[in-house]
């Protein structure tokens, strides 16, 4: 994990108040954060279901076309 300078992080100067704008790119900040930590949660919970059937034959995508299913991300 990288560590700071505490030295430089003692000179760091923080405004004392916050502008209109400012507060709405937070709130906007904190919105998406909330929206990823969401949909994570999700997703482990799909990974937990589906990675002890596919690791043990239950579920089978050997015949799958994965640039099918991404066509989006090759720009098709």
Do not use: W, Y
């Not at 299913?69 to 720009?75: D, K, Q, V």
């Amino acid at each position: 994990m990288p560590r700071g300078d505490k030295k430089q992080m003692m000179e760091f100067h923080i405004a004392p108040t916050c502008e209109p704008d400012d507060l709405s790119v937070l709130s906007a900040s904190l919105k998406q954060i909330s929206l990823n930590d969401v949909e994570s949660a999700k997703l482990v919970v799909l990974r937990n279901c589906l990675l002890p059937k596919l690791m043990s034959g239950e579920i089978d995508v050997s015949q799958i076309d994965a640039k099918q299913l991404n066509s989006h991300l090759f720009g098709c």
